[in-house]
């Protein structure tokens, strides 16, 4: 019985069904994020690292009877998975928080949103290297539309050097986020991640919280909603998704619907304030479109996939 996780691998090579449930995953994960933009901007005021302390703790409380009620995976976890583990947590949870609310007190929103939305491009390299594979010059270029649509759809700003730099790790933690999962998504699955990394988060935030001069004080109304659709939409339901999808698509194909976030959380605060998209919002929204239709491989048949060792348990969400 093997005691080590098999080196990353791209997931198996998509079907027709296969790669239409990833995207939609991948697509209502973004979605999400991309809408929740005012109700994150409700909970701002809360003292930082102390909301994040709940929100994450709130979500754990969900999440890990969930992955409980799945079973033990085959043997425990391993040196390298618990790394692995930590690493996400510490970047693609706690890390990429405190970068964006530093960033955007640095640097315009737009700016922030312009270099996030860097990602997919980052994925589209990152992604096959990682996994050993050449990156497809066909991604790339879809990549590339997303990235110039989310910056046309986002606008542009201005900002210091410590913004830009902050954007610039935030957007290293929003890769982060999915890369280190890809290893072990094949053993413990979508569900036993997102636990395990959100009660991993929890006592970085706290502790973070115990050390900040900010009082720690009952939330509002108002923030008590926003800390709910956080904890348990933002990251229950959207962590799911997300990660379900990087077991049926590879993480440059997924990366992709990255680009639904300016895209929606435009659209969403159209809507909310009754003021029509601009031109150059509407040719952002038309370039990640046709990039989301340029993007997604074509099924093959009948080919071999890697065989996965006999400890490897395939997630069913």
Known sequence: MPTTVPAPTAPPAPTSARAAAGSLQAAAAMTML???TGVTAAFSSYPVAAGQALRYALAAAVL?????????????????????????????????NLLMVTALRHTDPAVVGSIVGCTPLLLGVLGPLLARRRPAARLLAAAGLVVVGA???????????????CAAGTLLCEAAFSLLAVPLLP????????????????????????????????????????????ALVMT???????????????????GLFGGLIPLTATLSGAVLTATAPTPLQL????????????????????RPTQHQPATTQHPTT
């Open 34 to 36: 991309g809408c929740s």
């Open 64 to 96: 890990l009877p969930l992955a409980r009620r799945q079973g033990r995976p085959a043997g425990r976890l391993t040196a390298r998975e618990l790394t692995l583990l930590l690493a996400l947590a510490a970047t693609g949870l706690f890390a990429f």
């Open 151 to 165: 910056a046309l759809t986002q606008g542009f700003g201005s900002g210091d050097t410590a913004g830009l730099l």
């Open 187 to 230: 053993r413990l699955g979508p569900v036993r991640v997102s636990a395990y990394t959100t009660a991993l988060a929890v006592p970085l935030f706290a502790a973070t919280a115990a050390l900040s001069p900010a009082v720690l004080r009952p939330p509002t109304g108002t923030e008590l909603l926003a800390l709910l659709y956080l």
């Open 236 to 254: 229950c339901v959207a962590f799911l998704l997300w990660y379900s999808a990087l077991t049926r698509l590879t993480p440059e194909h997924a």
């Open 283 to 302: 040719l952002g929204a038309t370039l990640v479109t046709a990039a989301l239709l340029l993007g997604p491989p074509r099924p093959t048949r009948n």
